[in-house]
């Protein structure tokens, strides 16, 4: 198994049906509990365990799964609501190494169940002309709207993946 990508690299289909959409928004709305439940039980010296070597710990991961996906409900406004807008990028090894990912991991659970809520509530409402709208992202150029909920769903997927792999690998 490749530890850093444990379900596979992000692959989307160049012919988007209605139902990967529906299946993707369902993946998004699934991730909080499904996080919940990998790190459940955890021990404080188990969240600090990188789930691979030089890779982040348990408790960053979290934290960087909500901070990415509080800057993805604001990249689809700004995408549903400006022309092609350029997006933000951040450093996400600076934003891990912040005192804030050093807080317990129930706050960013929390913001990421809240933040999912708006997300699959906005996601639900798009249609078919809304999912073709497109940002601009510095690194990976014009990106639609259905291509971004793909990678926000794998997103979830991938971390995810990496608490749980990490889990079955130390048998805890």
Known sequence: MDLRFPIGQLQVTENITEENIKQWIHEIAQAPLKLEEAVSELTEEQLDTPYRPNGWTVRQVVHHLADAHLNGITRFKLGLTEVQPTIKTFNEVAWVNLPDSRL????????????HKRMVTLLESLNKEDLKKTVFHPENGIVSLEKLIATYAWHGNHHIAHIT???????W
């Open 165 to 171: 792999s990490l889990r079955e690998r130390m048998g």
């Open 104 to 115: 317990p991991i129930d706050v960013s659970i929390t913001l990421l169940s809240s933040v």
